[in-house]
């Protein structure tokens, strides 16, 4: 049987920090020297790849060719199967508060800001772990999303999320990390209600363009997980200035 990439995963897949998934209004200026030096590094580089949109079809080919040449199972979602399935999923942070309030930029789900004029491939690494790509019509949205994530995990290194569940508390700490990208952001996130953990590790690297961001849940082996994402988004742009 085919393999197919269902809503809830695609939500993992879809709602993290540094993939372009946060809104880009209210940025502030008061991160940390610390966290901006770990988190957003850019990475000299003399290539052109990302500069342009790539289309739905090109995203697909360059995660498919990765797929194949890193032996990988996928499955592998493309722009027309993933965007119904993202848009049409229930939201998990509905009714969910944050605070403070403005680092609600950081849970943001807002897929269909997300996906407005620009194509997305998602290749799923098992269930939990992700490999995006999200190519935007004008490289100024990724550029600003950039300069938000700086100041948003400066200011928001800590905070809360409470529900009819309970409360949970959430700690971000940016991660050192190096591509191939104009830029590279990284880090490592930790939620914890009290009695359940939860740790993820992304690394996002962006030119231009287009943003390639590599998603790990509870890794058992964080630095490994950054090395593997390192290469996987080398790949990945790799196979996209092949075309």
Known sequence: ????????????????????????E????????????????????????????YTADELEKALAAVMKDKNLDGPLGNDETVRPEMMNAVDPLEGITIAPASCDVLASTNINKVLDNAYI???L????????VVSHSDPAVLEKQVEDNDSLL????????????????????????????????????????????????????????TNIAA?????????????????????????LEKQ
């Open 215 to 239: 998603r790990f849940v509870n890794s058992a082996d964080p630095e490994a997980s950054v090395a593997e994402a390192e290469e996987l988004i080398d790949a990945v742009y790799a196979e």
């Open 125 to 132: 690494l098992n269930e939990t772990d992700s490999l995006t």
């Open 26 to 53: 209210g940025s502030s200026d008061s991160g940390s020297a610390e966290t901006k030096s770990a988190s957003a590094k850019p990475t000299p580089t003399t290539q052109a790849v990302g500069e342009k949109q």
């Open 1 to 24: 049987m085919k393999k197919s990439i269902k809503a809830g995963a695609l939500l993992v897949a879809g709602v993290f920090v540094l993939s372009g998934c946060g809104s880009s």
């Open 121 to 123: 491939a998602v290749l």
């Open 154 to 209: 400066g200011e928001c290194a800590q905070y809360t999320m409470e529900g009819p569940g309970g409360q949970a508390t959430v700690i971000n700490k940016g991660i050192e990390a190096s591509t191939d990208a104009d830029t590279t952001q990284a880090f490592h996130s930790i939620t914890s209600n009290g009695t359940v953990e939860e740790g993820i590790t992304q690394v996002a690297g962006a030119s231009g363009t």
